[in-house]
């Protein structure tokens, strides 16, 4: 069964500062896997999209890793902003080979308070 | 310009009526979705359409059905509403069937009650 898995659920953190958040994943046949910002209210917009063979990805102060041996992904926050209270959701894509498609397994996704 | 809506944004509504959930996207892209977020923020796929084509079809009631008249739209109907069909709905699109990105629309939080 395909599951994606993130840690912690929520954490608060002071601005300024950085976080690490995490993902493990059992999804197969891996495509690719993509971390999403929520804001409340809002759709998810994605921050980063990494492949098989990508080890890391930035964006701005986002910075996400893959190690596809052991099915795990984090997700670096530098120097947080107030604007970064948000929830991240991991995302990891397998290809349905039938539908010639894609299948996305959402994790249930890390809220982040970022408190002045 | 908005690149994925959904209407309405807000949907309350009696348990046993039918109701419908626009999507529209203006992004040119061939594929489409239908995602359920439940009350533990767990996005789930319902189903997904490919040039009006059905390529994904999730274990969902069959009280869901969407509706493709063209590329650009996915419309969601559901009929006889159930307490249990409370929760955010979300449209999304991506060019191509492996895509590389989904763009998601901001949700349709449906209440029934």
């Known amino acids: 069964k395909n599951q994606v898995e993130q840690s912690p659920q929520s954490l608060i953190i002071l601005e300024g500062k950085n976080c690490t958040l995490q993902?493990?994943?059992?999804?197969?046949?891996?495509?690719?896997l993509r971390w999403y910002k929520q804001d409340t209210g809002r759709g998810p917009v994605s921050l980063t999209i990494m492949t098989f063979s990508e080890n890391t990805k930035s964006n701005g102060r986002y910075t996400a890793t893959l190690d596809a041996d052991t099915k795990q992904s984090s997700l670096h926050i530098t120097a947080s902003q107030l604007s970064d209270s948000a929830s991240y959701i991991c995302v990891v894509s397998a290809v349905v080979i039938k539908a010639a498609g894609n299948k996305l397994t959402f994790g249930g996704g890390t809220r982040v308070l970022v408190k002045p | 310009d908005t690149a994925v809506s959904q209407t309405p944004k807000y949907l309350v509504t009696q348990m046993g009526n039918d109701k419908s959930i626009k999507c529209e996207q203006n992004l040119g892209h061939d594929t489409m979705y239908w995602y359920k977020q439940d009350s533990k923020k767990f996005l789930k796929i319902m189903f997904s359409?490919?040039?009006?084509?059905?390529?994904i079809n999730e274990t969902v009631p069959n009280r869901f059905s969407p509706k493709s008249p063209d590329k650009a739209h996915l419309n969601l109907h559901i009929n006889s509403l159930e307490l249990g069909d409370s929760a955010v709905y979300f449209c999304?699109?991506?060019?191509?069937?492996?895509?590389?990105?989904?763009?998601f629309g901001q949700g349709t939080r449906l209440t029934v009650v």
């Open positions: 359409y490919n040039n009006k084509e059905l390529i």
């Open positions: 993902c493990n994943y059992t999804v197969s046949p891996f495509s690719n």
């Open positions: 999304a699109s991506s060019q191509g069937r492996i895509t590389t990105e989904a763009f």
